[in-house]
């Protein structure tokens, strides 16, 4: 074996317009180096897109849109912040981010988990769907605003709430709105008028703490928190009320 694959290769996106920081680390992949690190990172976008290999990619800096996006055999890890759509049309592996996540967060997400320490933005976990052995998940260490999972068609979302300021929800509106597949987690109370017509609130059972812990164990170990304190809190579990919510609308 090649030694140089299993030393990291560290690569400077400072001053690299995103065109030239992806080839650099699609060049990396092909030649099937394991450890990718790049570091003054400022918003340069799709890194990690498409990237068919199995390096892991960790990011210092602000990546820009789309990161991840259709990933299918990578895992990327984020120091700090990303921004909207991470994790677009995802297949497998895993994204971490240490800090916020933007809008559309998991948009169309086929497999594979995202894992976010803080807050994430609108429309997270939209058309997210599950399909044979595939199965997405997304957990948010903080705070989601409006519309998440909506017309969510399979897999799994976690909102934990951890160190919510009393000011803030921990969703906003239409939560839920056209959903008809997977399953939302709210780690704590939702209102009625926070939520989409087209779910229902429902009590976890023992399957379902036991759906919850097998990967909120992987996100605690991830960032260090206490899966103990976390999971013996209440949680509130939506689900949507028809496979099919906006059949009356067609004419077939």
């Known amino acids: 074996m090649n030694s140089n694959i299993l030393k990291p290769q560290r690569i400077d996106a400072r001053d690299l317009n995103y065109r030239e920081l992806n080839r650099l680390v699609k060049d ?29 990619i960790n990011i210092n800096g602000v990546p820009g849109n789309d990161l991840g996006a259709f990933m299918d055999g990578c895992s990327i890890d984020v120091s700090g912040n990303g921004e909207d759509g991470i994790g677009n049309t995802m297949n497998s592996e ?27 933005g609108y429309r997270v976990g939209i058309h997210m769907k599950s399909y044979k052995n595939m199965y997405p998940v997304i957990i948010i260490g903080g ?19 951890l160190n919510m300021k009393n000011k803030n929800s921990i969703v906003g509106s239409y939560c839920g709105t056209g959903m008809h597949g997977g399953k939302i987690f709210i780690r704590g109370n939702v209102e009625p008028w926070q939520l989409g017509k087209e779910v229902r609130v429902y009590e976890p059972n023992k399957d379902d703490f036991s759906l919850i812990g097998k990967y909120l164990r992987i996100y605690c170990r991830l960032f260090s928190l206490d899966f103990d304190s976390i999971i013996k809190t209440s949680f509130t579990k939506l689900l949507p009320g028809s496979s099919r919510p906006y059949g009356k609308l067609y004419a077939y």
């Open 143 to 161: 705070c989601a605003r409006d519309f998440l999972g909506e017309y969510m068609a399979g897999g799994l979302l976690i909102v934990l709430g």
């Open 94 to 120: 895993r994204i971490v981010i240490n800090g916020n996540a933007g809008d559309i967060l998991g948009y169309s997400m086929r497999g594979g988990e995202i894992f976010v320490r803080k807050n994430v």
């Open 28 to 56: 990396a992949a092909n030649k099937g180096v394991k450890n990718i690190r790049l570091t003054n990172v400022n918003g340069q976008r799709y890194i990690g897109t498409g990237v068919n290999s199995s390096p892991k």
